[in-house]
């Protein structure tokens, strides 16, 4: 049995979110990347974040739409009128119960917070694409990859 809660309501696809979905998105936002003062960068509750994140749910807008279905009914309601202790117990549970849709939420988040110009420019890194410039990048341990090159040919000729 799946803990998976689905929300029958939004058809597939669908990106767009009720007021209820936003707060509940950008409460859990904020508990995963919380503003700080010290490195000058936004949470990930930032409004401009979020509405990044409402304009690039795309395929994943079921995901989305289920993740924040869970997070309400874990919650009773609303996540985002709870103290932040209660919302750190829910999003650990929400850690444990989310599954793919939780990930393919949480990789959304993500992507929207790291393209966020005010974030690039704290890790000091230009605020642009990479391509066509591309960026520099320091040299690694090559051995790194010795077990993938061990493990020989994974494909076939065609």
Not at 27 to 37: G, K, N, T
Not at 138 to 155: E, F, H, M, T, Y
């Amino acid at each position: 049995m799946s803990n998976t809660v689905t929300n029958p309501a939004p058809n597939w696809g669908d990106p767009s979110l009720s007021d209820a979905e936003r707060a509940n998105l950008a409460a859990m936002s904020a508990r995963m990347i919380p503003a700080s003062a010290e490195f000058k960068v936004p949470g990930a509750d930032d409004p401009l974040i979020q509405a990044d994140f409402a304009n690039s749910i795309g395929r994943d807008a079921t995901a989305v739409h289920n993740t924040l279905a869970l997070i309400e009914k874990l919650a009773g309601g609303s996540l985002a009128g709870l103290p932040e202790a209660q919302q750190d117990e829910i999003c650990a549970r929400l850690r444990e119960q989310g599954g793919t849709d939780l990930t393919l939420t949480i990789r959304t988040v993500l992507q929207c917070y790291y393209r966020d110009d005010r974030v690039m420019n704290s890790l000091g890194m230009e605020p642009r694409p990479p391509f066509p410039k591309g960026h520099t990048l320091p040299q690694g341990d090559w051995s790194l990859l010795d077990p993938v090159r061990a493990r020989g040919k994974i494909w076939r000729d065609a």
